[in-house]
């Protein structure tokens, strides 16, 4: 069951971003519903995951705020299902704050997580974050990068190494595309975890090891001498450019 909130937007909203709120506890849904017609979004509810999977291929929403804890799916499989779909930015909520809760949200491809209880002011911000991060990564699509043999298209969201294409992840593409953009300077960590993840994460980035573990296998580096991605200890990674491969 899903509920279309189209009649209790009012006309504040109207043209406004849509969000897909993904909750089963109307007592929760229809307040939070109410805040984001406040601040000028369109809303959309889906009760159960299986509505969630259908009304982001049916509405494409601009953010999915997807609560974990579902009556009828996984959330974690519903956050995966629809990120392997679309790039739509997803906010998961749950009632675990643990920073492996936290990881493993955002390793399934979510953008951000919030933690129940939480003040609507805070949700409201995060959905603005990442809707910025969004528009910001369109405004930023240019003519595509070449890197060694690697030639990266930013619009398209695609790759290729020797003109072979790699399937890379939304995170896994960002983070190349970030590194790409500026070839042999050490990215911090904190810059990466900002650009491609949220200005506000703090505590573990070891979300970030992870997924520049698994860039580095989809590149053909080997695993003790990457020749690739290089890493600085205790700073961040660079991209090699051609005058360095080798060294």
């Not at 989809?218 to 991209?239: C, H, M």
Request: overall charge negative; aromatic content about 4%.
């Amino acid at each position: 069951m899903h509920v279309n909130t189209s009649d209790v937007r009012g006309a504040a909203a109207d043209g406004g971003p849509l969000i897909l709120l993904v909750e089963d506890e109307q007592s929760i849904a229809e307040p939070f519903i109410a805040v984001l017609r406040q601040a000028g979004f369109r809303a959309e509810l889906a009760m159960t995951g299986a509505d969630a999977i259908s009304l982001v291929g049916l509405h494409r929403p601009d953010v999915v705020l997807l609560d974990l804890g579902l009556p009828d799916l996984d959330g974690r499989d519903v956050c995966r299902r629809i990120r392997s779909g679309s790039d739509v930015p997803i906010i998961v909520v749950t009632a675990s704050g643990t920073v492996t809760d936290r990881i493993v949200g955002l390793e399934l491809g979510a953008d951000d997580y919030v933690v129940k209880p939480f003040a609507a002011h805070e949700v409201i911000a995060r959905i603005r974050a990442v809707l910025r991060r969004a528009r910001g990564a369109v405004a930023d699509e240019q003519r595509p990068l070449s890197v060694r043999d690697l030639r990266i298209d930013a619009g398209a969201r695609r790759v290729w190494r020797a003109g072979a294409e790699l399937e890379l992840t939304r995170k896994e593409f960002d983070l190349l595309l970030r590194l790409a953009q500026e070839p042999g300077r050490v990215v911090s960590r904190e810059a990466l975890m900002s650009d491609v993840w949220d200005r506000n994460w703090f505590g573990s980035t070891k979300t970030l090891d992870v997924h520049i573990g698994w860039l580095r296998r989809k590149l053909g580096d080997e695993s003790d001498t990457p020749t690739y991605i290089r890493t600085v200890r205790g700073v961040g990674f660079a991209l090699v450019p051609d005058e360095e491969a080798g060294r």
